[in-house]
């Protein structure tokens, strides 16, 4: 199974707006609601900042924001800050208990 | 508060098997609603899932790597493992064990370990 497709970098300013996309198909990202997304600093471990495409775990602030259309889902994160300068991971569930994850975007506050 | 510990060697000569545990602390593996499954992360690279196990020992794999993985469980112990053989330097990496919590309406891996460099070289 080839991994999910997100674009390499994505870039803005401190309190811009920045939306990372994550494109699957019919039989991952557009075939079910188990759209994650994680957010990596380096040298630590993953941490999940959306979930089910659109909600928030506890702690995660509302400046971040999914949403989903068609094969493509999408991470948004409003009022950029300093420490959102970070890798972003999308992943889908791809039928049964299968997973799969994005390649990842480097996410850079200018 | 849940803690996710990987251990095992980190180094390992090429076509032998990579064996590492990972630890469960703060909770049951027991539980009904979990999966506890590891996801890879090659230098510089992204992640890939490899597989999960639930505590009755039911298995998923990633088809790309099925051939070679072995996970397993041990509600005794409160732990996971996972044993990959043949090994090569492709899959010289950092390997996470994380929990998968589907108790909802949906399915997120929620709470992951610190992560453990495995470096594949003769």
């Known amino acids: 199974q080839s991994a999910l497709t997100q674009p390499p970098s994505a870039s803005g300013s401190p309190g811009q707006s920045v939306t990372i996309s994550c494109t699957g198909t019919?039989?991952?990202?557009?075939?079910?609601?188990?759209v994650s997304w994680y957010q990596q600093h380096p040298g630590k471990a993953p941490k999940l900042m959306i979930y089910e495409v659109n909600k928030r775990p506890s702690g995660v602030p509302d400046r971040f924001s999914g949403s989903k259309s068609g094969n493509t889902a999408s991470l948004t994160v409003s009022g950029l800050q300093a420490e959102d300068e970070a890798d972003y991971y999308c992943s889908s569930n791809a039928g049964s208990n299968n997973w799969m994850f994005g390649g990842g975007t480097k996410l850079t506050v200018l | 508060q849940l803690q996710l510990q990987e251990s095992g060697p980190g180094l390992v000569k090429p076509s032998e098997t990579l064996s590492l545990i990972c630890t469960v602390s703060?909770?049951?593996?027991?539980?009904?609603?979990?999966?506890w499954g590891w996801i890879r992360q090659p230098p510089g690279k992204g992640l890939e899932w490899i597989g999960n196990?639930?505590?009755?020992?039911?298995?998923y794999y990633n088809p790309s790597l099925k051939s070679r993985v072995t996970i397993s469980v041990d509600t005794s112990k409160n732990h996971f493992s996972l044993k990959l053989n043949s090994v090569t330097p492709a899959d010289t990496a950092v390997y996470y064990c994380?929990?998968?919590?589907?108790?909802?309406?949906?399915?997120?891996?929620?709470?992951w370990g610190q992560g453990t460099l495995v470096t594949v070289s003769s």
């Open positions: 994380a929990r998968l919590d589907c108790s909802s309406t949906s399915c997120l891996f929620d709470y």
């Open positions: 019919s039989s991952d990202v557009g075939g079910n609601n188990y």
């Open positions: 196990v639930y505590y009755s020992g039911v298995t």
């Open positions: 703060g909770g049951s593996i027991r539980s009904s609603s979990y999966y």
